[in-house]
């Protein structure tokens, strides 16, 4: 069995003009059904949304956009009614495969397919701007698969993305199988995403799934069959013309030289305010007057500016990274100096109240607790009293 389509090397957004070979089986469902495709679901989906209450099929499929969507929207929708259709859309998140197994368009794959890559080529190996070239992939099906699709991407040094995903509506059948596309290697420069091919080594990966590719939290019957990546076919396409750089260099050149001048520049001024900073805050040094034939007088706003000027480091656009980090060590020591001390000062605080802090003495005596407050606060009889009971009788004298 050998399944081969054409793909266009347009943008994506550009419509692929597909050929199948075998031919559609009569009075069949799930082809038209998956015609549906994502674009057209999220529309109903929309529409669903703000219209609310729907009642018949020809109404909800009569907001897409072609004819074809609508065609395969009203037999999908009068196969299992409205209600159904409805619920269907609301249930399988933007996957058609999924969605027309839902409503029993198309049947449900197996849980154990299975097949394996065993060869995939580019015939020719070699190719021209023009030309079109076979992307083939042989399999070996061990277990026959449902409802799917194999997808196709080519990787290379082509300004925009070259690839595509193809109906498998009848699934695979055990034994040996071949799945291939043609591509016409072609420039096209019109539309939002232009494709444009350059000379070079190029590579395509081939993909084949039961359901739709990378669905796999959605569809608990989707699953990647077999995958094969790499498979290279070099083009020799004109190389492109070389583009003069002289005027880009010199302009280059020309700003670099304005810069390390400027660069310079910064730097002798920044060094001698330096070093005149350095002299001037050199302590017990004695200035020598000035010439007044070497340099001019100061005035009183250079006088006012000079301890600014030496107490304030000038740091090169060079050593910026080293100052910076000097400055920050500078700030975290000091905030841990600051710390030190506060914490020192709380500890000293705690030893003085446990040491030298004076005891507060007993202000009263228990003798001078009265009784009631001594039996009111729960604590017995006061001492008084229970030294005066525990005083022996006397015996009483008669006359």
């Known amino acids: 069995m050998r399944i081969v389509a054409v793909i266009a090397a347009f943008a994506a957004a550009q419509a692929s003009f597909l050929e199948s070979i075998e031919p559609q089986l009569p009075g ?25 209450v729907v009642s018949s099929c020809s109404k909800l499929c009569s907001h897409l956009d072609t004819k074809m969507e609508k065609t395969a929207c009203n037999l999908a929708c009068d196969l299992v009614g409205i209600k159904a259709f409805i619920s269907a859309l609301n249930h399988t998140d933007l996957d058609p495969i999924y969605f027309c197994e839902v409503i029993t368009a198309c049947p449900a794959g197996p ?12 015939s020719p190996s070699s190719v021209s ?37 193809f109906l498998l509506p009848k699934g695979l059948d055990v034994g040996a199988q071949q799945l291939g596309v043609e591509l016409k290697v072609k420039d096209h420069t019109s539309g939002d995403e232009p494709v444009v091919w350059q ?17 796999d939290l959605r569809d608990p019957e989707s699953e990647r069959l077999a995958k094969d990546e790499a498979r290279g076919f070099p083009t020799t ?10 005027t880009v260099e010199e302009s280059s050149d020309s700003d670099d030289g304005t810069d390390s001048s400027s660069e310079n520049s910064i730097e002798d001024l920044r060094i001698e305010i330096a070093q005149k900073s350095a ?38 656009r060079r050593e910026l990274s080293r100052c910076i980090r000097r400055e920050r060590k500078k700030l975290q020591i000091v905030l841990a100096a600051l710390i030190f001390t506060v914490l020192l000062f709380l500890m ?28 009111a606060a729960g604590w017995g009889l006061p001492p008084v009293v229970r030294e005066q009971r525990a005083r022996p009788l006397k015996p009483t004298e008669f006359h």
């Not at 992307?135 to 698969?145: G, M, R």
């Not at 396409?237 to 002289?246: A, D, I, K, N």
């Not at 001037?280 to 006088?303: L, T």
Request: glycine fraction near 8%; include cysteine.
């Open 28 to 52: 069949s469902f799930c082809s038209p059904c998956v015609q549906l495709g994502n674009q057209g679901i999220s529309t109903l989906l929309n529409y669903l949304l703000n219209a609310g």
């Open 111 to 122: 849980d154990d397919a299975d097949a394996k890559v065993l060869k995939a080529e580019a």
């Open 129 to 165: 701007k023009g030309d079109t070239v076979q992307l083939l992939c042989d399999l070996n099906v061990t277990k026959a698969s449902g409802v799917g699709e194999y997808r196709v991407a080519v990787r290379g040094p082509v300004k925009g993305d070259v690839g595509e995903g």
């Open 199 to 215: 000379p070079g080594d190029y590579e395509f990966d081939i993909e084949v799934c039961q359901g739709e590719c990378g669905t």
């Open 237 to 246: 396409l004109p190389p492109m013309p070389p583009q003069p750089r002289h």
């Open 279 to 316: 002299a001037r805050a050199r302590k017990g040094a004695v200035e020598e007057p000035p010439d007044e034939e070497d340099s001019p007088a100061e005035s009183e706003d250079d006088k006012k500016l000079a301890p600014l000027i030496t107490a304030t480091r000038i740091c090169s």
């Open 348 to 375: 000293s605080t705690l030893w003085f109240l446990e040491t030298k802090a004076p005891k507060p003495e007993a202000r009263y005596r228990t003798e001078d607790i009265p009784q009631n407050a001594w039996l």
